[in-house]
Structure formats: structure tokens, C-alpha cells
T-cell receptor, first 113, second 114 residues
Framework: DAKTTQPNSMESNEEEPVHLPCNHSTISGTDYIHWYRQLPSQGPEYVIHGLTSNVNNRMASLAIAEDRKSSTLILHRATLRDAAVYYCILRKAGGTSYGKLTFGQGTILTVHP | DAGVTQSPTHLIKTRGQQVTLRCSPKSGHDTVSWYQQALGQGPQFIFQYYEEEERQRGNFPDRFSGHQFPNYSSELNVNALLLGDSALYLC?????????????FGPGTRLTVL
């Protein structure tokens, strides 16, 4: 399985943008890039995913490098509720939910008031 | 719409005992995956059930087994508990062929083995 590399931790101030990087230099052409986050004392929750083009949803934006070897999750205005562990995960394409999610250590995001 | 629910919330067992954890998927979902999360680590995939069969399995011993019922709910069984089995056990549900391809996680069951 292709692996991802994320910084162990990052800090941000409330209402400022946050850019969470992820390196995946061994990504294959059929790998989707998924982001999940885990708030304290909760199970992980889906944030966003993409293949080649940048993606936006109500929670965040995903910017994917042209060579797909890295990506960045962008929270446009961080809130205290965004403090969580953020996981960048590669997942094979297939259009189904078949298959596991392989979590790494993730990035611990701290948001200061 | 109820999301993924798990029971019990917390559980304390002793070494050698057996435990059963339960999961009800999000309404409309037909696939259930189980994960183990040790303290300070990311979740590790145990196995996935679809149509009452185990479809994929992670690197876990046979002491870990599961079942899916016709109503799509699922159980995780762990036999001969070891101290190292202490962890948060997460259940995630999804829909085969669902466009968003996302998994919805429950809050987990915290298992402590003494």
C-alpha cells in the first residue's frame, strides 16, 4: 500500500486559514486521496476526498499537486471545533465502499482562541 | 436519522475472557467495518462484512472474529483476551456503490483488559 507522510502537529489561531500538508510520493494512478478527522473522544469523520482535481465542500477544500505526490487540506477559517487529529489516507478507486482505510499517525491540529 | 451506534460504551474484562461488541450501521448502509485504535495511534483495520460475509481482513489473529446479521448489524468477538487488546474499538458503516465512498464511524467501545 502507498504510504502518506504528515507532520505530527500543527497550530493555528481561531478564524485563520489552516493548511494541512500530506506527502504521498508513491501514490498510484488508481489511488484516491481521502481526509478524515477525529475529534476528541469521537470516532473519525469523513472530511473530503479527491483524485486529481481540487475539491471543495462545506467543511474544507482539498488541493492536489499536479503530479499527485502531495496534497493539502485547507480549512478556510479555523474554529475551536476544528481541533482534532487529521488523517490523510490513500484509497484504491472502485466506486464502492469495499476496502479498508489505512490510517497513519495523522496531524494533531491545535486551534488557539 | 440515527448514525452508527455501538454498545457497550465501556467494558472491563480480565485476561483470558471473551468479549462481544455490537454495532448498528447508519440507516440504509449495508457494509460494516471494524477498527482497533490503541491509545495515541490511528485506527487499525480488523475486517469488513458485507452480505453477512467477511470480505476483507486486516492483520489480526483468529481470536478476532465477527458476524453480520440480515439487518446489517454486526458483532465483533474477541477470544482469549490479552492485555494488548485494550483499545477503542470502532465500527464504521458504508454503502456499497455509494457515490461519496465515505465511511461513517460510531463513537466506539472502550475495552480495558486487566
Amino acid at each position: 500500500d502507498a504510504k502518506t507522510t504528515q507532520p505530527n502537529s500543527m497550530e493555528s489561531n481561531e478564524e485563520e486559514p489552516v493548511h494541512l500538508p500530506c506527502n504521498h510520493s508513491t501514490i498510484s494512478g488508481t489511488d484516491y486521496i481521502h481526509w478524515y478527522r477525529q475529534l476528541p473522544s469521537q470516532g473519525p469523520e469523513y472530511v473530503i476526498h479527491g483524485l486529481t482535481s481540487n475539491v471543495n465542500n462545506r467543511m474544507a477544500s482539498l488541493a492536489i499537486a499536479e503530479d499527485r505526490k502531495s496534497s493539502t487540506l485547507i480549512l478556510h477559517r479555523a474554529t475551536l471545533r476544528d481541533a482534532a487529529v487529521y488523517y490523510c489516507i490513500l484509497r484504491k478507486a472502485g466506486g464502492t465502499s469495499y476496502g479498508k482505510l489505512t490510517f497513519g499517525q495523522g496531524t494533531i491540529l491545535t486551534v488557539h482562541p | 436519522d440515527a448514525g452508527v451506534t455501538q454498545s457497550p460504551t465501556h467494558l472491563i474484562k480480565t485476561r483470558g475472557q471473551q468479549v462481544t461488541l455490537r454495532c448498528s450501521p447508519k440507516s440504509g448502509h449495508d457494509t460494516v467495518s471494524w477498527y482497533q485504535q490503541a491509545l495515541g495511534q490511528g485506527p487499525q483495520f480488523i475486517f469488513q462484512y458485507y452480505e453477512e460475509e467477511e470480505r476483507q481482513r486486516g492483520n489480526f489473529p483468529d481470536r478476532f472474529s465477527g458476524h453480520q446479521f440480515p439487518n446489517y448489524s454486526s458483532e465483533l468477538n474477541v477470544n482469549a483476551l490479552l492485555l494488548g487488546d485494550s483499545a477503542l474499538y470502532l465500527c464504521a458503516s458504508s454503502l456499497v456503490g455509494g457515490g461519496a465512498d465515505e465511511q461513517f464511524f460510531g463513537p466506539g467501545t472502550r475495552l480495558t483488559v486487566l
